[in-house]
T-cell receptor, first 114, second 113 residues
Framework: AQSVTQPDIHITVSEGASLELRCNYSYGATPYLFWYVQSPGQGLQLLLKYFSGDTLVQGIKGFEAEFKRSQSSFNLRKPSVHWSDAAEYFCAVGLRGSQGNLIFGKGTKLSVKP | DVKVTQSSRYLVKRTGEKVFLECVQDMDHENMFWYRQDPGLGLRLIYFSYDVKMKEKGDIPEGYSVSREKKERFSLILESASTNQTSMYLC????????????FGSGTQLSVL
């Protein structure tokens, strides 16, 4: 069955430290891959997406993610975390042609220490 | 920018009531979705629609129905609300022109007492 795993439920990092959020997927074919962010009380906002081509993708707010086919992973990174990055982050996958019918991971909550 | 508007930010209803959650998008998107979000469970798809008057069941459709009479509006209906339907409900829309990117509303926090 298709699935998305975010192994870390909650991560705390210090402001200015680097960040990596993990995402692994199980899919029959190479899917479209997404990272969304949800600030408290808000809907989800797209950070970045991978469809094809360069496996390192850049997103908004200084985030990037790398697609590693051999590891079925799509980890999100940021070199220096800001307090405003505190939020919940969701990895999602979708089949090409699925028209937005995505499967979401359970999310990783990020806390930022001053 | 695409706007997905959910009519209520917070709702409090009683067990057994019929509840309507409304969602409107303003970008002529073909596809619309209803998710529920619960702590530790992430987002789970309830229903989706790829066209007017068309609907498909998602992963957890039990206890819910939907209506899509117009392209821009997608309604989620709880026929007889129960306490286990207390949750955050998120509406989203997409179009194949943007390669599966979902645009989300701000959510409706529903409490069933």
């Amino acid at each position: 069955a298709q699935s998305v795993t975010q192994p870390d439920i909650h991560i705390t990092v210090s402001e200015g430290a680097s960040l990596e959020l993990r995402c692994n997927y199980s899919y029959g074919a190479t899917p479209y891959l997404f990272w969304y962010v949800q600030s408290p009380g808000q809907g989800l906002q797209l950070l970045l997406k991978y469809f094809s081509g360069d496996t390192l993708v850049q997103g908004i707010k200084g985030f990037e993610a790398e697609f590693k086919r051999s590891q079925s992973s799509f980890n999100l990174r940021k070199p220096s975390v800001h307090w405003s990055d505190a939020a919940e982050y969701f990895c999602a996958v979708g089949l090409r042609g699925s028209q937005g019918n995505l499967i979401f991971g359970k999310g990783t909550k990020l806390s930022v220490k001053p | 920018d695409v706007k997905v508007t959910q009519s209520s930010r917070y709702l409090v209803k009683r067990t057994g009531e019929k509840v309507f959650l409304e969602c409107v998008q303003d970008m002529d998107h073909e596809n619309m979705f209803w998710y529920r979000q619960d702590p530790g469970l992430g987002l789970r798809l309830i229903y989706f629609s790829y066209d007017v008057k068309m609907k498909e069941k998602g992963d957890i459709p039990e206890g819910y129905s939907v209506s899509r009479e117009k392209k821009e509006r997608f309604s989620l209906i709880l026929e007889s609300a129960s306490t286990n339907q207390t949750s955050m409900y998120l509406c989203a829309s997409s179009t194949t022109r943007t390669n599966e990117k979902l645009f989300f509303g701000s959510g409706t926090q529903l409490s069933v007492l």
